[in-house]
């Protein structure tokens, strides 16, 4: 897995290709959507979390954001100062420990090598209440790549997420940014118990 300096360099170099700069049009649509913004929702692999700031700004009340470099975290904690609904960590996803009603994926999964794919099913399922999900998108092309984004079919991401979760949607994303056209499924899964 690649560790805090893999990343910290990543940010350093500004070889972020993955941030778009503000809150995509699929997560702008899923977090639209949810009406209770009571709801603690998770971000994990969050980078500058454009995606929590909407959040926040949209009335959300328990948003927690998870990354392993500090420089988009101390991005965001800047866009954010004086917000006290949000909680903000440089912390490895695997050693988290909490309680949520959403995990908004954000291609977090696609970052994770192969290897570490079960443990991220496990470790999610772990971090979900009782009829909880994960909500968000998912990197769908071929790709032989070395380093992230790590790509799978949709069969082999079904077959990953139905060990632990009863699959609601995973479909290609129809209102992906430009950059990302015919790239992307949307997914929606229930935590099983």
């Known amino acids: ?31 639209d959507s949810i009406q209770n913004k009571k709801c603690r929702i998770l971000i994990p692999g969050a980078g500058n979390s454009f995606e929590a700031e909407y959040l926040i700004r949209n009335g959300f009340n328990e948003v927690t954001v998870l990354d392993l470099a500090a420089t988009p975290l101390l991005q965001l904690q800047k866009r954010l100062k004086h917000r006290e609904n949000i ?14 009603d959403l995990i908004l994926e954000q291609t977090f999964l696609c970052a994770l090598e192969s290897r570490f794919r079960e443990s991220y099913i496990i470790k999610s399922h772990e971090l979900l209440k009782k009829d ?15 380093e992230p984004p790590y790509t799978a079919s949709i069969k082999e991401y079904k077959d990953l997420f139905q060990k632990k979760f009863e699959i609601k949607k995973m479909e290609p994303c129809l209102n992906s940014e430009h950059s990302r056209n015919g790239k992307e499924l949307i997914i929606k899964m229930k935590r099983n118990d």
Do not use: C
């Open 132 to 146: 909880g999900f994960i909500e968000g998108v998912l990197f769908d092309f071929k790709s032989q790549r070395n």
């Open 1 to 31: 897995m690649h560790g805090t300096n893999y990343w910290a360099e990543r940010y350093a170099n500004k070889a972020t290709g993955w941030d778009l700069g503000h809150v995509s049009q699929p997560l702008k649509g899923i977090i």
């Open 87 to 100: 909680t903000i960590l440089q912390e490895n996803f695997f050693d988290h420990i909490g309680t949520y």
